[in-house]
């Protein structure tokens, strides 16, 4: 009889119990995989289902919008399933394209303004498709939508963005139905708003959230692009993995399909076009959207109220990481600075992650942060960042004929602003044009040795050849010309322009180059053209010939001498209208010796603005809709440094690297966890600064929102260091210490002291009083004081103001005498008993933000760091609410300072400064820094200075009006 072995399953019971669960592990990974196709995963893309029958399975959604918008959307749009026909497209022949529909010849630059257009979204103007979701058509006014199936590469998380230049939306479903579709993200609501190509992470609107994706699947996608008539247009989708440290690629080919094949279908049939949320968004939610400011600034951020979250115990956080002294070598202790001169040692904080303090909706006036001359993007937009797919010509440039060449001697004589600077055309239009000159015949230039044309009464011809010419003597364009083949030969001697002012004649097998950018005199008589009424535009797309005329007449201001008489032809072309389109008679096309007719009756003004119909037979300028383009993500954070940048104010805050956060906070959590036992969970990495020292090592002040033991939300904000160990030749020879810097703690409770001097400003104390008691109301934080000094105002009672407020405290200093900012600021701080309590010297025209006490106290420690917060100026009719203006980059008299610091420096500079202000400011700053203190300068957000003028402020004198 068989024993069961006991005694031996005993001693391996550990092994056969790990070999059950690795094989029970094997087994449902092989179900797992064998049915994934079969899965149905969840998704909470939407906020309601179209569906009625299965609209209870939707939760509310988290995607990029995170809007009420879109719920009006859902509930306004009541179209049923049955209009909402899907033709799947399940060939895989249809792979590696995309639908495209355009809709052309509409102003605007908004989603909105493209959902208005009459024909949207049933009748394009053009139904084609295209290669990968990246479209430069180089075109102005028209709207695209291209919809499809996303072919996920893989299965995991996935972040989607988008690009454009104007406004444009991605909207992506669940599945393969259409009628799932939820914006996902968006650039722009208003049609201010607008990205360089690859920019992925202007607005918080471009970035989706995280979407789970299975390779085994297609998902629906649409997007919505809307260009206007400036700019470089663009839009492109990218994507990557949700991992840290990933850039963006834009979706290819390989992973996109078509929605369903239009090659065969009339354009009157429409069947088969998905109607979604996407094409039919309601107007009254449209119409909210515009109401609100395009600044990103004013959307909900977590640093805003993160103060209200519980301090995490400060006996936890002892002994986490070794101690280590902190000496940064930027400090400049004892170091001789010249006056005003400590502008030039004040660094800038990177921060994590994206605060938006970037003022883009500024960025239509003044683009400064991309690092480009004005005139070179007026001129050439950002088509130098794209590189288009399929190029129409890869001959030479200028000379398709490799025995045609420039002449020494005409090349020198080459304008160097004519071929630098090109009036109104990019560069990319340039070598398109000077190609298409070069393979077509190019037409006559004007003359002044022929400013009237002669009769015609003695060149042969009868009565009835010339009614015949008389009637074919209409207008057209003569943007895309087609000569007869009989007169290639005669044309093909005619002058070819390269550039505005630069033109090619060939004499037989010589082909020479003839300047025209020097001014001649003006001979009598000559042709010049009309005053323009209307204002320039900066993008807009002239005619070939229109563009000509720019170059010769705008630029030159004056007729063309002729170079050689041989070669120019005796007739000038008669412009008649340089507003809207060049036109010219055929007839003075064709036969120069003709005099000039009058126009047939009912036709088109010569300066009429309106479009004149081209005549048939003519072509008309292609437009290729199917023009994709290649393009890496575009971070233009990386090309900043963190000097005191005193030309750019509009740029935000430095962008700190998402892999190096994570670097450095997996490396904190983890000695954290080791300390207290793995009692805290990392939720969000509300804000990381960075202050970089690449000889020492780098300081982090790092805001955490944690969990505790799954039970209670902490927050944590800390100030830790990375020391670099560095050898004797300055290597670093081993791994960077993350260690807790000596005497840098800041104080949690720490007293704040607003010092502010005034005179006769009663409405804006009033309202400074109100902003305070609004702070402590909001915040229920005692810990901060109001100093007013008063130099003798007469419009109102302050002490009685700050007696009937509710601010926890305050202290009233009346001063005779004229108003003195210095010296008022002296005093308000020489009131202050507690050494150690923080001075903020500040303005009365301040809008603060709720946390700003927080941030001058975490900003603030006593020995080593002193705050000088950015503060935005608003523009003349701004508002908080509409914070239209710049970041004040060279003030420095908002500061933060502990009280036995600003001792230690000697206060205020009231001798100097008795009888002015302005510069004491920088006076000061230039003693902090003497003194050893770092100054940490940041744009916080929701920060702003009121406008106002001088008038009537301070020590000024206005004169009385007269009487009657």
């Known amino acids: 009889m068989l024993r069961f072995p006991v005694k031996k399953i005993r001693k391996q019971f550990k092994l056969l119990l790990l070999l059950v669960l690795l094989t029970f592990a094997v087994w449902f990974t092989y179900l797992h995989i064998n049915q994934g196709k079969s899965i149905k995963l969840h998704f909470n893309y939407g906020k309601g289902k179209l569906d009625s029958r299965s609209s209870d399975k939707y939760r509310k959604s988290e995607d990029a919008s995170n809007s009420q918008e879109e719920e009006n959307a859902v509930r306004c749009f009541s179209m049923s399933e049955s209009n909402l026909q899907v033709f799947h497209v399940s060939s895989s022949q249809f792979k590696g394209q995309a639908n495209l529909h355009v809709f052309e010849d509409w102003c605007g630059s908004s989603v909105a303004q493209l959902r208005k257009n009459l024909h949207f979204p049933l009748y394009p103007h053009t139904r084609t498709a295209v290669k990968k979701l990246a479209v430069a058509p180089k075109w102005k006014n028209y709207g695209l939508r291209i919809f499809g199936y996303i072919l996920p590469y893989k299965d995991g998380d996935f972040q989607f963005a988008v690009s454009s230049d104007d406004n444009s939306e991605l909207w992506l479903s669940s599945d393969d139905s259409p009628l799932n579709a939820r914006l996902m993200a968006y650039v722009g609501k208003l049609g201010s708003e607008w990205t360089a190509p690859g920019e992925f992470t202007k607005f918080r609107s471009q970035v989706s959230k995280s979407v789970h994706l299975m390779a085994s699947r297609r998902y629906y996608f649409e997007i919505l692009h809307k260009q206007d008539d400036k700019g470089s247009d663009h839009v492109e989708v990218g994507w990557r993995p949700f991992l840290p440290g990933l850039k963006y690629e834009v979706i290819d080919s390989a992973y996109i399909s078509l929605y369903t094949d239009e090659s065969s279908l009339k354009m009157n049939h429409v069947d088969h076009i998905p109607q979604t949320l996407a094409s039919h968004g309601p107007v009254p939610a449209e119409t909210h959207t515009r109401s609100k400011h395009g600044a990103d600034m004013l959307q909900p951020d977590p640093r805003d109220t993160f103060f209200n979250i519980p301090m995490i115990d400060p006996s936890h956080l002892e002994n986490v990481l070794p101690t280590c002294l902190y000496s940064p070598t930027y400090v400049v202790k ?114 002044p040795a022929n ?35 009989e007169k290639q030969s005669l044309i093909s001697r005619q002058p070819r322009e390269v550039f505005p002012g630069v033109f090619l004649y060939q004499n037989g097998k010589t082909t020479k180059l003839v300047n025209l950018s020097a001014k001649p005199k003006l001979s009598k008589g000559a042709l010049r053209p009309a005053e323009n009424p209307m204002p320039p535009n900066r993008a807009a797309i002239p005619s070939r010939f229109e563009r000509r005329i720019r170059g010769v007449w705008e630029k030159h201001q004056h007729p063309l001498r002729p170079i050689a008489t041989n070669v120019l032809p005796t007739e000038p072309l008669r412009v008649t209208s340089y507003l809207h389109t060049s036109e010219i008679t055929e007839s003075q096309q064709q036969r120069p010796d003709m005099d000039p007719e009058p126009e047939e009756e009912g036709g088109i003004s010569e300066y009429s603005y309106e479009d004149v119909e081209p005549r048939p037979g003519w072509a008309e300028e292609a437009i290729n809709w199917q023009r994709t383009f290649s393009v890496n993500s575009m971070d233009f954070e990386t090309l900043r440094s963190d000097w005191n940048d005193l030309r750019c104010n509009v740029s935000g805050n430095l962008q700190l690297s998402e892999s190096e956060v994570v670097d450095v906070l997996a490396q904190y959590m983890e000695k954290l966890n080791e300390l207290n036992g793995g009692i805290y969970t990392l939720l969000r990495i509300i804000n990381v600064e960075k202050r970089r020292d690449s000889a020492r090592g780098n300081r982090y002040l790092i805001e955490l929102e944690l969990m505790e033991r799954g039970r209670k939300v902490v927050r944590l904000s800390e100030y830790i260091y990375m020391l670099l160990h560095r050898g004797r030749w300055g290597t670093v020879y081993a791994k960077p210490l993350l260690c807790q810097p000596v005497m840098l703690q800041w104080k949690k409770n720490v007293m704040v002291h607003f010092v502010i001097p005034v005179k006769n400003q009663a409405r804006w104390v009033q309202q400074f009083i109100s902003d305070m008691e609004f702070l402590h109301r909001e915040t229920k934080d005692n810990n901060f004081n109001i100093i007013i000094v008063d130099f003798q105002s007469e419009d109102m009672d302050v002490e009685q103001a700050l007696r009937e407020s509710s601010v926890p405290r305050y202290e009233y200093l009346r001063r005779e005498g004229n108003f003195e900012r210095s010296a008022g600021l002296q005093i308000g701080v020489d009131t202050i008993e507690d050494s150690h309590s923080i001075v903020f010297l500040c303005d009365l025209h301040i809008h603060f933000p709720l946390n700003i006490l927080e941030n001058i106290r ?48 000697g206060g205020m500079n009231t001798e100097e400064f008795k009888d002015r202000w302005g510069g004491e400011d920088w006076e000061l700053l230039d003693r902090v820094l003497q003194n050893g203190l770092e100054v940490e300068r940041l744009r916080l957000r929701n920060f702003f200075h009121y406008y106002h003028s001088k008038r009537g402020m301070w020590n000024s004198q206005s004169s009385k009006a007269p009487k009657g």
């Open 334 to 447: 004892d170091f001789p600075i010249a006056r005003y001169q400590g502008l030039q040692f004040v660094y800038l904080s990177f921060v994590y992650p994206n605060d938006f303090t970037r003022l883009t909706h500024m960025e239509r006036e003044n683009k400064c942060f991309y690092r480009e001359s004005p005139i070179y993007l007026e001129k050439f937009g950002f088509y130098k960042y794209m590189k288009m797919d399929e190029e129409e010509d890869d001959r030479p440039f200028f000379f398709p004929n490799p025995d045609e060449g420039w002449s020494e001697d005409r090349l020198q004589k080459i304008s160097r602003s004519a071929l630098l600077f090109p009036p109104k055309s990019s560069l990319v239009a340039l070598n398109s044009r000077a190609k298409q000159t070069l393979r077509s015949p190019a037409l006559t230039i004007p003359s």
């Open 451 to 485: 400013n009237h044309a002669h009769d015609n009464s003695h060149n042969p011809g009868t009565s009835h050849n010339n009614r015949e010419r008389k009637k074919e003597d209409n207008k057209i364009y003569v943007t895309r010309p087609r000569p007869a083949k």
């Open 858 to 905: 975490k900003h603030c420690v006593e020995g080593k760091l002193a705050f000088a917060p950015i503060v935005m100026r608003l523009g003349c009719g701004s508002s908080p609410q509409e914070p239209d203006g710049y970041w004040e980059v060279n003030g420095f008299g908002l500061f933060g300072i502990y009280k036995s610091d600003f001792d230690k420096i």
